[in-house]
């Protein structure tokens, strides 16, 4: 009886012991989640590191954890523990490979982004490395002539995103912080919030004199980076949602500001498409200031942040964001956007792209249509292993970056460099040309219709023809496309064009379009082929029938009663010196006067197709905007005959 006793206080002790210590374990998880969430990664550290059962999910936090300390080799052996469990997702596996990158472990990275794809052949990350696993190599060869200099204004905390400030400044991000006796601190780091700071460009692209940038934007939490117009009047900088002057949200905004009088700074003021369940940041600005790009993790994008485009209108309000798309955008994160007006290029930073690890800079070149290009890695040593952002340079080949590569004094340095080497020669940029005629006149067709679809028929973009007949469509090098070409009054084009056929850049494809009506050519003799029948004139602006007109209608009176079975076409048109609806009424008005007149003399309505088209279909080149001779405009101001059906 003590036996059984004994042995069951000890099954009680023990019963109570593990239960102590499963909700132990519980409250740590709870607490080290809290930390998680809350961004205070040292602390979730602490916490998910004394739980001694680690599931999958506390490795994955804990790798994240470490990942955004900058800590990658303690984030790579937590990764690979959570794959040994094998309970791990296609997004655990991509984060994996990425910690190898920057851990510069390309071979085993590269193997693990294989696994990747098998898991998730759909994402397009994915499908860029399948296209090229080995590409790192490439990147791997640095440009001899080109060297970075970690700035000595660098400190032990975060310095980034320097952007250029009227004549020879630079202004940046720094969370150097202050000597306040009150210094806030962010959780993501402990170190203090950012502001904005402003230095003085010296010899050899050293900043020198850093002073704060001005206390009406730097207020107590985040409130850089920034960007400015050539002029440095205005200003968007990206700022914590305030409220009431305390910290709303950890979500970011865009704020504008405006130099009052060269001597002050206005309050900022978020932008209107701001939203508290997103983040607005990293802006980029044209150097007028109407051109804006930044990067946002707003609803309908590819994947975490993407980089939007947005034009200031007249009225001085931005458009609402548009996502630059599938090319420039990834499952992954775009940030920090760089637009080189001048040169027409766009650079930002990537992570979801083939890199060497982290964030990469690439560039795109931005075309006259506001379409980009494929973007090009910048490679060594403008990218590394680690996170590499905030690219901006002038037309003298210097500028800066920031990184918080191996090497540096702290946290995010900001390096400059010179010599940069040459990249276009890198981005592939085609077009497709050509030029509308008509098969029998060759001539320039105006207002044709050109339409470029994909593979699938999705139509890409449509494009009118002028007076000159010609088409150009920048396009995708090595696509594969089709063309539409319509006109009214012609047979339809189609054509299918790979440009992998192309040795060029430019490719050239014209069309020469037929009439309907241009199949019945007057071959036959001694019937209704071999009829040519001229047009009737009218004066300006007018639709009545003049004298001389109405005699050549009753020749076409008598020809038609000649010929029982014939069906007459009735086309009028105008010059182009109205309204286009003006113009189309005149029009119709014309041809319902020529139609009367042949009714009321004995002609069927039904053997007649009456058509109108306004100022469309010039017999020469005065259109809108050309001047031309009163007898030019005369030869467009005309109601033509088309025998329908000579072959009958």
């Known amino acids: 009886m003590k036996i059984h006793t004994k042995h069951g206080l000890l099954l009680i002790l023990m019963s109570l012991f593990l239960s102590f210590s499963m909700q132990g374990q519980s409250l740590r998880l709870k607490k080290a989640n809290k930390y998680f969430n809350e961004f205070s990664y040292d602390k979730a550290i602490k916490a998910y590191e004394s739980i001694e059962d680690k599931t999958p999910s506390v490795y994955r936090n804990l790798a994240k954890s470490y990942l955004m300390l900058d800590k990658t080799d303690k984030a790579e052996q937590y990764y690979a523990d959570l794959m040994a469990t094998g309970q791990y997702t296609p997004a655990d596996v991509y984060d994996y490979a990425s910690v190898l990158l920057m851990n510069k472990k390309y071979d085993e990275a590269a193997n693990w982004m294989e696994k990747f794809y098998k898991l998730n052949p759909n994402d397009k990350r994915a499908q860029a490395f399948m296209a090229d696993p080995l590409y790192y190599r490439e990147l791997l060869k640095s440009d001899p002539k080109m060297a970075l200099n970690n700035l000595d204004i660098n400190t032990e905390y975060e310095d980034f995103s320097p952007v250029y400030y009227k004549d020879n ?330 440009t992998k056929d192309f040795d060029t850049p430019k490719i050239v494809k014209d069309y020469a379009l037929l009439r309907p009506e241009s199949e019945y050519t007057m071959q036959s003799k001694g019937n209704m082929c071999d009829i040519h029948i001229k047009p009737i004139y009218y004066d300006l602006d007018k639709f009545y029938i003049r004298y001389q007109d109405k005699v050549d209608l009753d020749k076409i009176i008598a020809l038609m009663n000649q010929y029982p079975k014939m069906r007459l076409g009735v086309y009028s048109y105008t010059d182009a010196r109205a309204s286009k609806p003006y113009n189309v009424r005149l029009s119709k008005n014309r041809t319902m006067s020529v139609v009367k007149y042949l009714t009321d003399h004995g002609i069927s309505k039904d053997r007649l197709d009456p058509r109108w088209f306004g100022e469309i279909y010039p017999v020469n080149g005065c259109v809108d905007g050309v001047k031309c001779s009163e007898a030019e405009h005369q030869q467009n101001r005309r109601t033509e005959f088309k025998i329908l059906n000579c072959r009958q």
């Open 169 to 498: 400044q630079v202004v940046f991000a720094s969370s150097r912080g202050n000597n306040r006796l009150i210094n806030r601190k962010w959780n993501g780091n402990q170190q203090p919030f950012l502001d904005l700071y402003v230095a003085d460009i010296s010899g050899n692209n050293e900043l020198t004199n850093v002073q704060k940038f001005n206390n009406v934007v730097n207020k107590k939490y985040h409130d850089a980076p920034a960007a400015f117009n050539a002029q440095g009047d205005y200003m968007i900088v990206t700022r914590n949602i305030y409220g009431d002057n305390k910290l709303e949200d950890n979500k970011l905004w865009l704020y504008e500001s405006h130099l009052i009088d060269n001597n002050y700074w206005s309050d900022p003021v978020p932008l209107y498409f701001n939203d508290k369940h997103f983040s607005n940041g990293h802006a980029s600005l044209s150097p007028d200031g109407k051109v804006m790009y930044f990067a946002s993790d707003r609803p309908g994008g590819f994947g975490g942040t993407d980089i939007y485009r947005s034009v200031k209108g007249e009225d001085g309000r931005w458009s609402m964001p548009e996502n630059l798309g599938d090319k420039i955008n990834t499952e992954g994160n775009e940030m920090f956007p760089y637009y080189d007006a001048k040169g027409g290029y766009l650079f930002y930073s990537s992570n979801g792209l083939p890199g060497l690890g982290g964030l990469d800079i690439f560039v795109s070149k931005v075309r006259r249509d506001g379409s980009l290009t494929k973007p090009v890695n910048l490679g060594s040593p403008i990218n590394s292993n680690k996170d590499d952002f905030s690219f901006v340079y002038n037309d003298k080949g210097s500028g800066y970056i920031s990184s918080n590569r191996m090497g540096g004094k702290g946290d995010d340095d900001i390096y400059s460099f010179n010599n940069m080497p040459a990249f276009s020669n890198k981005i592939e940029d085609c077009s497709l040309s050509g030029t509308v005629t008509d098969k029998i006149t060759h001539q320039p067709i105006l207002m044709a219709k050109v339409i470029l679809l994909d593979k699938e028929d999705n139509k890409l973009k449509e494009y009118e023809t002028k007076s000159d007949g010609k088409y150009d469509f920048p396009i995708d090098c090595g696509g594969t496309y089709k063309m539409l070409v319509m006109r009214e009054g012609y047979g339809d084009a189609r054509a299918e064009i790979n």
